[in-house]
């Protein structure tokens, strides 16, 4: 018989008017079992035939709705003890179906693929095949998984939040499911990479590399669950395995690209990228420099030079990138890598890297302890953070005593600011920890320290050129208690400074508003009498000549203690 002959009697095999209904399957009879049995070979036939005859779409049209009622019938009845498929596995028989949706989708046209597309309930009937593949665990065999991972690739509005909605219906009823379908898919296939196919494994990773891709910006939810679940850990080692691979140089960029999203995401970007740097992201960035990939990744050079250099400014960040680099990088030493365009770069991270370990081991031991000034503006006393207490109408400011509290309520414009501070209602809840926050300020200590000459010479440029101006710069757009703490620090006797702390967390940069309590106001008075000497009417100062002038002046001059820096909480 003909190929194209067969066609018909497909189309006759599975006729609708035959599907066994509901009440059948309870206890099926042998006609049922006769009919399920028929249709379920006419589509094992069907796939048969579409490889030696072309499959037209005038009959792909016609035959089609016979094909997905079949195909829907199987599926849904897959719990059932069913005699017709008894000795068919369920990878099997999603095998079939699944092959037989391929005819329709490849190669690919408008006609034949919106048959699929515009069908409600595919993308179920998908999710639920591929969570039987998976939950089987076994890569080897390949063309079901290579031709579920076809359809996913080819799908181009999984992201709609109806069609995601189908898919998640299949696979469980809660994006945390398919979250967790993604993950387990991924980590299999990676104990397969070394016996797969070069074209199947691209295929098989394109699938969920592909839904992800199109749910970024579309599926919030959906990836925040798979990144509560641990796909930064996966992405981070596909790339240290990848990057040694020539073959999987498209699966490498899609890898790396999704790290960039992910680790990027405002408000967590701190949270993820110490994930993936405890996963080994330095040891993946130096794999793809070195590996025998046709060039460096353009996302290997976004994480030498900005992602992994700006969180250095978190203390769990920091703490990963000590453990990396304590167990030492061979690869850095290589002349491959050596040779390569971004080892400036690595070198640059590698010392702002120790800079940063030094301030976290101060840290940890003691060397910067997190303190709290009262914010009465005329007491200096500095305490521990458990020995002071907050204002308890608005949560936003401390003090040392009752005494101060009402001195500052009634004198130190605390009665008009708490009033903003409520009014703006409930704080939303920091993102960042107070140990955090408190290695911030640590951090800009140390800064200081390093710096303080060169600031104290900024200072009196900025008094000379600005008599009388406060060193309270707040142009930028702030939190309520940033406003009223400026105020407050003008009316400090000068005391009190605000400056404004850029933090790049991801792609977003946020400005933190960080106060600088001193003590005394002695080293402010000493600037300003060096300012008084300054002839009038020189402009604005070089700081080259005021270091030239009264750099020794400056440096003379002493703190009986260093001031106290606190990270306001937003």
């Given at each position: 018989?003909?190929?194209?002959h067969?066609?018909p009697?497909?189309?006759?095999?599975?006729?609708?008017?035959?599907t066994?209904?509901?009440?059948?399957?309870?206890?099926?009879s042998?006609?049922?079992?006769?009919?399920?049995?028929?249709?379920?070979?006419?589509?094992?036939?069907?796939?048969?035939?579409c490889?030696?005859?072309?499959?037209?779409?005038?009959?792909?049209?016609?035959?089609?709705?016979r094909?997905?009622?079949?195909?829907?019938?199987v599926?849904?009845?897959?719990?059932?003890?069913?005699?017709?498929?008894?000795?068919?596995?369920?990878?099997?028989?999603?095998?079939?179906l699944?092959?037989a949706?391929?005819?329709?989708?490849?190669?690919?046209?408008?006609?034949?693929?919106?048959?699929?597309?515009?069908?409600?309930?595919w993308?179920?009937?998908?999710?639920?095949?591929?969570?039987?593949?998976?939950?089987?665990?076994?890569?080897?065999?390949?063309?079901q998984?290579?031709?579920?991972?076809?359809?996913?690739v080819?799908?181009?509005?999984?992201a709609?939040?109806?069609?995601?909605?189908?898919?998640?219906?299949?696979?469980?009823?809660?994006?945390?499911?398919?979250?967790?379908?993604?993950?387990?898919?991924?980590?299999?296939?990676?104990?397969?990479?070394?016996?797969?196919?070069?074209?199947?494994?691209?295929?098989?990773?394109?699938?969920?590399?592909?839904?992800?891709?199109?749910?970024?910006?579309?599926?919030?939810?959906?990836?925040?669950?798979?990144?509560?679940?641990g796909?930064?850990?996966?992405?981070?080692?596909?790339?240290?395995?990848?990057?040694?691979?020539?073959?999987?140089?498209?699966?490498?960029?899609?890898?790396?690209?999704?790290?960039?999203?992910?680790?990027?995401?405002?408000?967590?970007?701190f949270?993820?990228?110490?994930?993936?740097?405890?996963?080994?992201?330095?040891?993946a960035?130096?794999?793809?420099c070195?590996?025998?990939?046709?060039?460096?990744?353009?996302?290997?050079?976004?994480?030498?030079?900005?992602?992994?250099?700006?969180?250095?400014?978190?203390?769990?960040?920091?703490?990963?990138?000590?453990?990396?680099?304590?167990?030492?990088?061979?690869?850095?030493?290589?002349?491959?890598?050596?040779?390569?365009?971004?080892?400036?770069?690595?070198?640059?991270?590698?010392i702002?890297?120790?800079?940063?370990?030094?301030?976290?081991?101060?840290?940890?031991?003691?060397?910067?302890?997190?303190?709290?000034?009262?914010?009465?503006i005329?007491?200096?006393?500095?305490?521990?953070?458990?020995?002071?207490?907050?204002?308890?109408?608005?949560?936003?400011?401390?003090?040392?005593s009752?005494?101060?509290?009402?001195?500052?309520?009634?004198?130190?414009?605390?009665?008009?600011?708490?009033?903003?501070?409520?009014?703006?209602?409930?704080?939303?809840?920091?993102?960042?920890?107070?140990?955090?926050?408190s290695?911030?300020?640590?951090l800009?200590?140390?800064?200081?320290?390093?710096?303080?000459?060169?600031?104290?010479?900024?200072?009196?440029?900025?008094?000379?050129?600005?008599?009388?101006?406060?060193?309270?710069?707040?142009s930028?757009?702030?939190?309520?208690?940033?406003?009223c703490?400026?105020r407050r620090?003008?009316?400090?006797?000068?005391?009190?400074?605000?400056?404004?702390?850029?933090?790049?967390?991801?792609?977003?940069?946020?400005?933190r508003?960080?106060?600088?309590?001193?003590?005394?106001?002695?080293?402010?008075y000493?600037?300003?009498?060096?300012?008084?000497?300054?002839?009038?009417g020189?402009?604005?100062?070089?700081?080259?000549?005021?270091?030239?002038?009264?750099?020794?002046?400056?440096?003379?001059?002493?703190?009986?203690?260093?001031?106290?820096?606190?990270?306001?909480?937003?």
């Amino acid at each position: 018989m003909a190929p194209e002959h067969i066609f018909p009697i497909i189309y006759a095999n599975l006729d609708p008017d035959l599907t066994p209904s509901p009440q059948n399957m309870e206890s099926p009879s042998s006609t049922t079992i006769t009919e399920i049995t028929r249709a379920f070979f006419a589509l094992q036939v069907f796939s048969t035939a579409c490889r030696r005859a072309t499959l037209s779409d005038e009959v792909a049209a016609e035959i089609w709705p016979r094909i997905w009622g079949w195909i829907s019938f199987v599926d849904f009845y897959r719990d059932y003890d069913n005699p017709a498929l008894r000795n068919v596995s369920q990878p099997q028989v999603y095998s079939t179906l699944i092959q037989a949706i391929c005819e329709f989708c490849f190669p690919v046209g408008m006609i034949r693929g919106k048959l699929v597309t515009d069908t409600p309930g595919w993308r179920t009937f998908i999710t639920r095949a591929w969570s039987v593949f998976v939950a089987e665990g076994d890569f080897t065999r390949e063309t079901q998984f290579h031709n579920l991972c076809t359809i996913m690739v080819r799908d181009m509005q999984a992201a709609h939040p109806t069609n995601f909605r189908e898919l998640i219906d299949g696979v469980g009823g809660n994006v945390d499911d398919l979250a967790a379908l993604v993950i387990q898919h991924l980590k299999l296939l990676l104990t397969y990479l070394d016996v797969a196919q070069t074209t199947s494994i691209r295929v098989m990773l394109g699938g969920p590399f592909q839904l992800l891709i199109d749910t970024d910006g579309k599926q919030p939810e959906f990836w925040h669950a798979i990144l509560k679940q641990g796909i930064i850990t996966v992405l981070t080692t596909a790339i240290c395995r990848f990057a040694v691979d020539a073959r999987l140089g498209d699966p490498l960029g899609s890898c790396l690209r999704l790290l960039v999203s992910m680790t990027g995401r405002p408000l967590d970007s701190f949270r993820w990228m110490t994930e993936a740097l405890k996963s080994g992201l330095m040891k993946a960035v130096l794999l793809c420099c070195t590996s025998n990939i046709d060039g460096v990744p353009p996302q290997t050079e976004y994480f030498l030079q900005e992602a992994i250099p700006r969180a250095l400014v978190s203390y769990s960040a920091v703490v990963q990138v000590e453990r990396a680099l304590a167990d030492g990088f061979p690869l850095a030493s290589l002349p491959s890598f050596r040779a390569s365009p971004l080892v400036y770069a690595w070198d640059r991270l590698a010392i702002l890297a120790t800079e940063r370990i030094k301030v976290m081991k101060d840290y940890s031991g003691g060397g910067y302890a997190t303190l709290r000034v009262c914010d009465n503006i005329k007491c200096a006393k500095v305490t521990a953070k458990h020995g002071i207490k907050q204002c308890s109408a608005c949560e936003m400011v401390y003090y040392c005593s009752w005494a101060c509290q009402y001195v500052d309520w009634r004198d130190g414009g605390h009665r008009h600011d708490c009033k903003i501070y409520t009014a703006a209602g409930p704080r939303k809840p920091e993102h960042l920890s107070a140990r955090e926050r408190s290695f911030m300020c640590a951090l800009l200590q140390s800064d200081y320290r390093a710096q303080r000459h060169t600031i104290l010479l900024h200072k009196i440029a900025f008094m000379y050129e600005r008599p009388g101006g406060t060193f309270c710069m707040t142009s930028l757009p702030t939190s309520p208690h940033t406003l009223c703490n400026s105020r407050r620090a003008a009316r400090s006797d000068p005391r009190t400074e605000i400056i404004m702390m850029m933090i790049t967390e991801g792609v977003t940069t946020r400005v933190r508003a960080v106060s600088v309590r001193f003590r005394k106001s002695n080293i402010y008075y000493a600037l300003r009498r060096i300012v008084d000497r300054i002839p009038a009417g020189l402009g604005i100062l070089d700081i080259s000549q005021v270091e030239t002038h009264f750099g020794a002046q400056v440096r003379a001059l002493r703190e009986d203690d260093e001031p106290v820096f606190s990270l306001y909480a937003e």
